[in-house]
């Protein structure tokens, strides 16, 4: 995958064809928030409930959840401050090792990202449907029709991500205002119920008899699910305006924010909702916007759907950089690591992942994956958690503008231990599948990557193709450096 290409740079009229820094604060912080603010807040309550029994333990695992994510993402805040380079855990994990990094691009392709993107367009074309339709999810809505509308909302998406970086930006500031605000509407409705004397749900909060100590470890992997996100933004390192500030500062804003929100949120739900009602609901938000907005409910379900979209435009923006920095590592083909002599957007990486996405909309076994590679999620993570002191040891002359307590990253790396161990010994049949899913890249690497001299007819039919396919998309390679380490 490492074959050299031509450049076409003499068909560059004026200026530099590379990916410009113009992600801002605000940018950041709609990115954090925009991704881990999805489908989960609107699911995960019901989940974390069943497998909790009471009240007051689904608001601790909402609590613990929260802190856990926090001490993560500060972490990833300290190795995005310190390594200049896009990428995100798949640069750090390919300093660690080059096998390590291209693994974790070989599972976000398969699943680890895909997935996630699939299953958040057909959340968003159910919610879409159930607002005109009635409040039945889009349950009502023939399957084709819901899988034909995601497909056009992953379009759209796809679309507006190679077509324009500053319309991309916007649009992930919009969407998440817009989520948010649609909480603040729960949270206050909530409140207003819960200081109207609407307490009941609270009587005997930590009941003994009624909790489920042994489903805890399924009610943290929902609590995680609904934080899940805080580790994308590293993944657009080059093109964050004073990244040494912005991304631990957009990073502590954000996970403050997001707990605030959801915490207040899942109280909210159980002020006007009983937990028998909410374990009894189909789709939590719903019934809770029909029971405090009336005529109005409708503008949930679109909030819902909204949520969804901008999750899944804020992970694109930064997975296709790390699809982008793959292919400039040697890693993945070379046209992936392309720019639009126009657009000044990473085209090929921004739609490789859409051929993919349609594949999974019309197969059934699609959230089978995500249990399959669920466990690998969080080895990778921890991995790269644990490169913090290791970092610090190997590289000390690194400047770091951000430095989180040494305790932390060990603290963390003990967690994520954990939710490995309990995804095997909860699902053992999935978590084998999951890593014969993950060793299967060990010889796509080995021949793709590692083997440097691959016989000549491979070499010219992908120089040929990707001669075509920079013709057909007008990409060339970067041509100014946008990184200083040398890492």
Same mark, same amino acid.
């Given at each position: 995958?490492?074959?050299?290409?031509?450049?076409?740079?003499?068909?560059?009229?004026?200026?530099?064809?590379?990916?410009?820094?113009?992600?801002?604060?605000?940018?950041?912080?709609?990115?954090?928030?925009?991704?881990?603010?999805?489908?989960?807040?609107?699911?995960?309550?019901?989940?974390?409930?069943?497998?909790?029994?009471?009240?007051?333990?689904?608001?601790?695992?909402?609590?613990?959840?929260?802190?856990?994510?926090?001490?993560?993402?500060?972490?990833?805040?300290?190795?995005?401050?310190?390594?200049?380079?896009?990428?995100?855990?798949?640069?750090?994990?390919?300093?660690?090792?080059?096998?390590?990094?291209?693994?974790?691009?070989?599972?976000?392709?398969?699943?680890?990202?895909?997935?996630?993107?699939?299953?958040?367009?057909?959340?968003?074309?159910?919610?879409?449907?159930?607002?005109?339709?009635?409040?039945?999810?889009?349950?009502?809505?023939?399957?084709?029709?819901?899988?034909?509308?995601?497909?056009?909302?992953?379009?759209?998406?796809?679309?507006?991500?190679?077509?324009?970086?500053?319309?991309?930006?916007?649009?992930?500031?919009?969407?998440?205002?817009?989520?948010?605000?649609?909480?603040?509407?729960?949270?206050?409705?909530?409140?207003? +119920?819960? %200081? /109207?004397?609407? =307490?009941?749900?609270?009587?005997? #909060?930590? @009941?003994?008899?009624? *909790? &489920?100590?042994? !489903?805890?470890?399924?009610?943290?992997?929902?609590?995680?699910?609904?934080?899940?996100?805080?580790?994308?933004?590293?993944?657009?390192?080059?093109?964050?305006?004073?990244?040494?500030?912005?991304?631990?500062?957009?990073?502590?804003?954000?996970?403050?924010?997001?707990?605030?929100?959801?915490?207040?949120?899942?109280? +909210?739900? %159980? /002020?006007?909702? =009983?937990?028998?009602?909410?374990? #009894?609901? @189909?789709?939590?938000? *719903? &019934?809770?916007? !029909?029971?405090?907005?009336?005529?109005?409910?409708?503008?949930?379900?679109?909030?819902?759907?909204?949520?969804?979209?901008?999750?899944?435009?804020?992970?694109?923006?930064?997975?296709?950089?790390?699809?982008?920095?793959?292919?400039?590592?040697?890693?993945?083909?070379?046209?992936?690591?392309?720019?639009?002599?126009?657009?000044?957007?990473?085209?090929?990486?921004?739609?490789?992942?859409?051929?993919?996405?349609?594949?999974?909309?019309?197969?059934?076994?699609?959230?089978?994956?995500?249990?399959?590679?669920?466990?690998?999620?969080?080895?990778?993570?921890?991995?790269?958690?644990?490169?913090?002191?290791?970092?610090?040891?190997?590289?000390?002359?690194?400047?770091?503008?951000?430095?989180?307590?040494?305790?932390?990253?060990?603290?963390?790396?003990?967690?994520?231990?954990?939710?490995?161990?309990?995804?095997?010994?909860?699902?053992?049949?999935?978590?084998?599948?999951?890593?014969?899913?993950?060793?299967?890249?060990?010889?796509?690497?080995?021949?793709?990557?590692?083997?440097?001299?691959?016989?000549?007819?491979?070499?010219?039919?992908?120089?040929?193709?990707?001669?075509?396919?920079?013709?057909?998309?007008?990409?060339?390679?970067?041509?100014?450096?946008?990184?200083?380490?040398?890492?």
């Amino acid at each position: 995958m490492n074959v050299p290409t031509k450049s076409t740079s003499e068909h560059i009229s004026d200026g530099k064809v590379h990916l410009v820094k113009q992600v801002t604060l605000l940018d950041c912080i709609a990115l954090v928030v925009g991704v881990i603010i999805g489908s989960g807040i609107f699911i995960s309550p019901k989940g974390i409930l069943a497998n909790t029994g009471t009240v007051g333990w689904a608001l601790v695992i909402w609590v613990l959840c929260g802190v856990f994510s926090c001490v993560g993402a500060l972490c990833y805040a300290e190795l995005g401050a310190t390594i200049d380079k896009s990428g995100g855990d798949y640069t750090y994990l390919r300093i660690l090792h080059p096998i390590l990094g291209f693994l974790r691009a070989w599972t976000m392709i398969l699943a680890v990202r895909t997935v996630p993107w699939t299953v958040l367009s057909i959340t968003a074309a159910k919610y879409i449907t159930a607002s005109m339709n009635a409040a039945t999810c889009g349950d009502g809505i023939p399957k084709a029709a819901t899988q034909i509308l995601a497909g056009c909302i992953l379009v759209c998406i796809m679309f507006v991500n190679c077509w324009s970086v500053r319309l991309t930006r916007r649009i992930q500031v919009i969407f998440t205002v817009a989520k948010v605000l649609g909480l603040v509407i729960i949270i206050i409705s909530g409140l207003s +119920a819960l %200081f /109207a004397g609407h =307490t009941s749900s609270f009587d005997n #909060a930590f @009941d003994p008899d009624s *909790v &489920t100590w042994v !489903q805890f470890p399924k009610a943290l992997y929902s609590g995680l699910f609904a934080y899940s996100g805080w580790q994308y933004l590293p993944q657009v390192t080059e093109e964050i305006i004073n990244p040494g500030r912005n991304i631990p500062l957009s990073i502590v804003i954000s996970m403050s924010l997001v707990t605030v929100i959801y915490i207040l949120t899942n109280i +909210a739900y %159980f /002020a006007v909702l =009983t937990p028998f009602e909410l374990l #009894a609901s @189909d789709a939590v938000v *719903v &019934t809770f916007s !029909q029971r405090v907005l009336g005529p109005l409910w409708w503008i949930m379900p679109l909030i819902v759907a909204m949520s969804c979209i901008g999750s899944v435009n804020g992970g694109l923006f930064g997975t296709a950089r790390m699809f982008f920095v793959a292919s400039r590592e040697g890693q993945l083909p070379n046209i992936l690591g392309m720019i639009h002599v126009n657009r000044k957007t990473p085209l090929p990486a921004a739609c490789f992942a859409l051929p993919i996405c349609f594949i999974m909309l019309i197969t059934d076994d699609v959230y089978a994956l995500i249990n399959y590679l669920s466990f690998s999620r969080w080895l990778f993570v921890g991995i790269c958690v644990g490169a913090v002191p290791y970092f610090r040891w190997k590289y000390p002359q690194l400047e770091r503008p951000f430095k989180v307590p040494i305790a932390l990253p060990f603290l963390f790396m003990f967690c994520a231990l954990f939710m490995v161990l309990s995804s095997i010994l909860a699902a053992s049949k999935e978590f084998a599948l999951g890593l014969i899913i993950t060793c299967a890249g060990i010889p796509v690497y080995l021949i793709f990557v590692w083997w440097k001299n691959p016989p000549a007819c491979i070499g010219d039919g992908m120089n040929t193709a990707t001669e075509f396919l920079q013709k057909m998309f007008l990409v060339v390679p970067q041509e100014v450096k946008t990184f200083k380490s040398n890492l």
